[in-house]
């Protein structure tokens, strides 16, 4: 419901702003300059599966979330989860997911930060690009991966 969906916005500003990070403090001010809440981000999840990782004590430490066309739009992880291999079964569950869909082909915009992550998951850079927001410029690719 909505409210697991502004937890979500709070979990990818957090994933986002702290830890260490390929991209500066402006850069990623201006990625995420607040927690995302509200209708129209409770309506982009809605119409998405979306599968989050909980602890033994129920906190989210990150989500995965798979829209229309095989694209994956969103995929964070909280600094102080990474590294366990969540990013993997999240993967898993998403591609599951995708495959009972009858989507044959997985693709996404990754950030510097989960390139590495998505590349050890079997996808490859279709192409490099940059996106500006506001002032700052954030380099990031497409990637794809044929189920």
Known sequence: GPE????????????VRLGDSPYSEAQRAAWVPEPRDGPEWSARLAGQYIVIAVDAD???????????????????????????GLFRRLFVAIAEEAARQGVSRLWVH?????EPAFAAC??????????????????RCQMELEL
């Open 122 to 139: 079997g996808f490859t850079v279709t192409r490099r690009e940059q996106v500006t927001i506001g002032t700052e410029t954030l380099d």
């Open 110 to 114: 990754a950030s510097l930060m989960a």
């Open 4 to 15: 697991d969906f502004d937890a979500l916005g709070a979990l990818m500003f957090d994933a």
């Open 58 to 84: 129920d906190n989210r430490l990150g989500f995965m979330s798979l829209a229309e066309g095989g694209y994956i739009d969103f995929a964070y992880i909280l600094p102080a989860a990474r590294g366990a």
